[in-house]
């Protein structure tokens, strides 16, 4: 091979590492993978291939580390025992919202109160 062949070869993957670039490889549809997939040398049956696969392969190639998107934390990450002493003091403060017949605060009371039993619940399950 030539120095001017190479210098062909590495303007082509420029340009195509630049339609990637421009492009999300994860936004790219599966037969625009595929054809992407077709000029990697060494990869067979690309027209079987589902976009995950195609993807995987290609960011192996590329050498482009497959970034997980970061899971957020939910309310869950409570201590339990913190929720139920708030549920205990919610519960009385709904007491004497019902002795006073303050039935806007009863309702705002009862969702919250709901909404702290829920969260004791997954709290429980990722424990």
């Not at 998107?69 to 990450?77: D, L």
């Not at 549920?87 to 709904?94: A, D, G, S, T, Y």
Request: proline share 3%.
């Amino acid at each position: 091979m030539t120095e001017e062949e190479r210098k062909e070869i590495t303007e082509e993957k420029t340009e195509q590492d630049l339609e990637l670039e421009g492009k999300a490889l994860d936004k790219m549809t599966a037969p625009e993978l595929r054809e992407i997939a077709k000029e990697i040398p060494g990869v067979t049956g690309v027209h079987a291939m589902k976009k995950p696969e195609l993807l995987s392969i290609i960011k192996k190639s590329k050498g482009i580390k497959d970034e997980r998107p970061v899971k957020k934390t939910t309310k869950a990450a409570y201590n339990i025992r913190e929720l139920k002493q708030k549920l205990v003091i919610l519960k009385q403060e709904k007491q004497n919202a019902l002795k006073i017949r303050d039935k806007s605060r009863v309702n705002i009371l009862r969702r919250r109160i709901n909404r702290i039993k829920k969260m004791t619940r997954k709290a429980a399950s990722a424990a």
